[in-house]
């Protein structure tokens, strides 16, 4: 069965401070998804090279048993209390994808 994946980038962050409470509760919605975060890029000391149109702020990778548990992780009460918790005025390119095999 192919994995799945949550992949959210975040165009600019003009105060990550302010993502605090979001990451706390949408942390806790993912590990209760069994998900995994397999990379967050800048925090932790992650490096990144961004080509094209890339860009260098936020991103992160989570990764899930199956593409369903991805997509269930996201609807889930837990991670909808995440969601309201996110700051007014925070874009980001949030998608479920599936993996290879």
């Known amino acids: 069965m192919a994995k799945g994946y949550w992949v959210s980038v ?16 949408a942390g806790l919605a ?3 998804g069994g998900g995994r975060v397999l990379s967050r890029i800048p ?3 992650g490096r990144v090279v961004a080509y094209e149109a890339g860009i260098t702020q936020r991103v992160v990778l989570i990764e899930f048993d199956s593409f ?3 997509v269930a992780a996201y609807e889930s009460e837990e ?3 995440a969601l ?3 700051p007014d ?3 980001r390119d949030f998608r479920i994808i ?4």
């Open 30 to 32: 993912v590990q209760a």
């Open 68 to 70: 369903e548990r991805a």
């Open 79 to 81: 991670y909808q209390k």
């Open 84 to 86: 309201v918790a996110l």
């Open 98 to 101: 599936e993996g290879v095999g």
């Open 89 to 91: 005025g925070y874009e």
């Open 10 to 25: 975040y165009p600019d962050i003009s105060d990550p401070e302010r993502l605090t409470a979001y990451d706390k509760l």
């Open 43 to 45: 925090s932790r000391g």
